[in-house]
C-alpha cells in the first residue's frame, strides 16, 4: 500500500519517488536484523543416538561430538540456508527487495513515456552551474547551492519566486566568505553521519548472515544484537546511538534524500534554486527542529534530584541498600569472613551508601545532595537548603529564558509565512518582492519590465529589459520586449531592429514574427507605393501566419498586457 501510494505521488511530482528510498533507509537503520529458528544439525544427530542406541549410544556420540567438531556445511548448504533467511524469516529484506522493484518499474515506465529522463532544455540563465568551465567554480557554487537551500529551511526571511542568473553570484576562489556556510552545513552532516556509527549497520549484517550461514542460532539488532561493541552494552550508551540512528535516518530519508534529484550533483537540472523543492526535505527539517526544541526543554528543566524541585527518591535507594547490605553481612558471617568493622552492626548504613555511590546521611539522604524538603537539615536551616533554593531559582529563569526564546522563534516563523503568503496574492505583488530579493536576476528585471508595461510606464520598462540583457547577454528575450516598448514608444525603426534580431531567439521568434508581421501591414496602408513595405511584407507574412509558441505578442496589441514572462521557475 505504502508503495502504490508512492507511486501516486510519483505521478503528481515526479520528487515523491524519493519516499521509496526513505522506507528503505528505515529498513536498514531503524528495523533490527532479526535471526530465528535454528538449522544445527547437531540436535538431530544426538536425538537419533537416543532414539536407535539407547543411552550408551548418545553418551558415545555426545562425547564424539565433544571431541570433534563437526565439518562445515558445504558453500551450497550455507547459500541455501541465507536465501532461505531471507525470503522466510527476515522481512525487512523482502520489503527492501519490493521496493526496489517498484522504483525500477517507475523509472523504466516514466522512461518508456517521456523518452528522456532529464530536462536538457535550459541555459545559463536558468542554471549557471552547468555552464561554468571552471571544476572548482562548479563544485564550489554547487557547495554554496546546497547552503543556501538549508538557510532558505532554517532562516526564510528572503524569498524569491525566481532564483535565476546572477541573483546568488557563482564562487570561483576558495578564500570566498561563502564557502564558510558550505562548510558549516557538510560538518554538520558528517558529525550526524559519524555519531550514528553506520558501519556497525553493517557489521550486524554481515555477523546476522554469518550466523545463518554457520547454522546458529541467535539475533542480531536492537537490545539482542549479537554483534554488539562494549560501548553498546551500556544501556546509556544504547539509547545514545538509537538516538544518532533515528537522526541519520531524519537526515538521510526525509532532509536529503528528497533532495538528491535537485542537487545538481548526479545531473544538472533547470533550476539553481527552486523553492518549491523544499516541500520534501521541509518535513525532515521540521523534525530535527523538534528534536532539538526537546532536548533544550529537558536541559532547561534541570535535574530534579540537584535542584530538589520534587523530592528525589533517596528513599527507596536506602532500602535496597540495606537489603543488600544485610544480605551482604549474613553472607559474610556464614563464610566466617570478619573485618575490623565487619560485625558492628552498621550493615544497614554502609548498605545504603555503597548502593547510592556516597556515605549516608543522618536523616537517610545522600552525601554531597540536598536533603529532601521538611528533613533535619532543612529544619535547621542549613546552607543547604538556600542552595536549594538558588538552584530552584536558577532553574526557573533558564525555563523562562528557554521559553521565550522558542517562543520567538516560532512568532517569526509565523509571522514570516503570513507575510509571504500576501506576497502570492497577485502576480504583481509577487514579482515586485522578487524584485527586491533578486534585483541581480535577469528573468527577475524581465518579468519587472513587463509589468511596467502593464502600468503604460514604457520608459521603466525598457530599463528593465535593457539591465536582464546587460545581466546576461546571452538571455535572448529581453531583445523582443525592448523592440515592441520601443514601437510603442514611438520609434519604430528601433523597434524593428530588435526584432528583427529576436528571430533568432527561438523562445520568441514566432512573437517577433508575429510583431514585425503586424508593423510592416501598419506602414504598409499608410504608405502603400512604398516597395520596401510590400517586399518586407511579403517575406514576413508567411512565417507570422503560424501559431504563436506563446501569449507574449499581445503586449503589442493591448499596450503590455502580457503576462511576465518566465513564471514562477526559480
Known amino acids: 500500500v505504502a508503495a502504490a501510494l508512492v ?26 536484523v532479526v535471526v530465528t529458528g535454528s538449522y544445527d ?21 555426545a562425547a564424539a561430538a565433544a571431541a570433534s567438531p563437526p565439518a ?9 540456508r541465507l536465501v532461505s533467511w531471507a525470503v522466510a524469516e527476515e522481512p525487512k529484506c523482502m520489503r527492501i527487495a519490493a521496493l526496489a522493484v517498484v522504483g525500477v518499474g517507475y523509472v523504466r515506465l516514466r522512461s518508456w513515456v517521456a523518452v528522456d529522463q532529464l530536462v536538457r532544455i535550459y541555459r545559463k540563465v536558468e542554471n549557471p552551474i552547468a555552464f561554468s568551465q571552471s571544476p572548482l567554480e562548479r563544485l564550489l557554487s554547487t557547495g554554496h547551492l546546497h547552503a543556501r537551500y538549508a538557510g532558505l529551511l532554517l532562516w526564510p526571511l528572503h524569498l524569491s519566486a525566481d532564483w535565476s542568473f546572477e541573483c546568488v553570484p557563482m564562487i570561483s576562489r576558495l578564500s570566498d566568505l561563502r564557502n564558510a556556510l558550505t562548510a558549516a552545513l557538510y560538518t554538520y552532516l558528517t558529525v550526524v553521519l559519524i555519531a550514528a556509527r553506520p558501519w556497525g549497520l553493517v557489521t550486524t549484517w554481515c555477523r546476522a548472515a554469518a550466523a545463518v550461514m554457520a547454522a546458529g542460532q541467535e539475533e542480531s539488532g536492537g537490545k539482542k544484537a549479537a554483534a554488539k561493541t562494549k560501548e553498546e552494552e551500556e544501556e546509556e550508551e544504547a539509547l545514545r546511538l538509537w538516538a544518532a540512528r533515528w537522526r541519520l535516518f531524519v537526515v538521510a530519508g526525509l532532509f536529503v534524500g528528497p533532495f538528491v534529484p535537485a542537487s545538481n550533483v548526479l545531473f544538472y537540472v533547470g533550476t539553481f534554486i527552486g523553492e ?12 530535527l527542529v523538534s ?50 568493622e565487619a560485625d558492628t552492626g552498621d550493615g544497614a548504613s554502609v548498605g545504603v551508601a555503597a548502593a547510592a555511590g556516597g556515605p549516608a546521611a543522618a536523616d537517610g539522604t545522600i552525601a554531597g545532595q540536598c536533603p529532601s ?24 529563569i533558564r525555563t523562562a529564558a528557554t521559553y521565550a526564546v522558542i517562543a520567538a522563534v516560532l512568532v517569526f516563523y509565523a509571522v514570516r509565512t503570513w507575510q509571504r503568503n500576501w506576497d502570492w496574492r497577485t502576480e504583481e505583488a509577487l514579482f515586485e518582492s522578487a524584485g527586491r530579493v533578486c534585483p541581480t536576476s535577469a528573468k527577475v528585471q524581465l518579468n519587472l519590465g513587463i509589468l511596467q508595461r502593464r502600468r503604460g510606464d514604457q520608459s521603466a520598462a525598457l530599463r528593465h529589459f535593457r539591465r536582464a540583457r546587460t545581466i546576461e547577454p546571452g538571455y535572448c528575450e529581453p531583445g523582443y520586449w525592448i523592440g515592441i516598448s520601443l514601437v510603442n514608444s514611438g520609434d519604430p525603426q528601433s523597434g524593428v531592429v530588435e526584432l528583427e534580431s529576436a528571430l533568432g531567439c527561438k523562445y520568441v521568434a514566432a512573437d517577433a514574427l508575429k510583431a514585425l508581421h503586424t508593423i510592416y501591414s501598419v506602414l504598409h496602408s499608410n504608405s502603400p507605393k512604398d516597395p520596401n513595405h510590400v517586399l518586407v511584407r511579403a517575406w514576413v507574412g508567411p512565417a507570422a501566419a503560424a501559431p504563436r509558441a506563446s501569449t507574449a505578442g499581445a503586449g503589442l496589441r493591448h499596450g503590455g498586457e502580457g503576462g511576465p514572462h518566465g513564471g514562477a521557475a526559480g
Open 291 to 340: 528534536e532539538l526544541l526537546s532536548g533544550v526543554l529537558l536541559w532547561a528543566a534541570g535535574d530534579n534530584e540537584a535542584t530538589g524541585d520534587t523530592q528525589p527518591p533517596t528513599r527507596v535507594a536506602a532500602a535496597e541498600g540495606a537489603a543488600t547490605a544485610d544480605s551482604a553481612s549474613a553472607g559474610a558471617r556464614a563464610s566466617g569472613q570478619s573485618g575490623g
Open 72 to 80: 562445515p556445511p558445504s558453500f551450497l548448504r550455507r547459500f541455501y
Open 41 to 61: 544439525d547437531h540436535h538431530t544427530t544426538q536425538s537419533d543416538a537416543f532414539c536407535c542406541g539407547g543411552a550408551a549410544a548418545a553418551v558415545a556420540a
Open 276 to 287: 518549491r523543492l523544499l516541500y520534501f526535505p521541509s518535513i525532515g527539517f521540521c523534525l
Open 373 to 396: 524538603r521538611g528533613s533535619s537539615a532543612v529544619r535547621a536551616g542549613g546552607g543547604c537548603a538556600a542552595t536549594r533554593d538558588r538552584l530552584v531559582a536558577m532553574r526557573r
Open 7 to 32: 507511486v501516486a505521488a510519483a505521478l503528481a511530482k515526479e520528487i515523491g519517488i524519493t519516499m521509496l528510498g526513505c522506507m528503505i533507509a528505515a529498513d536498514v537503520v531503524l528495523v533490527p
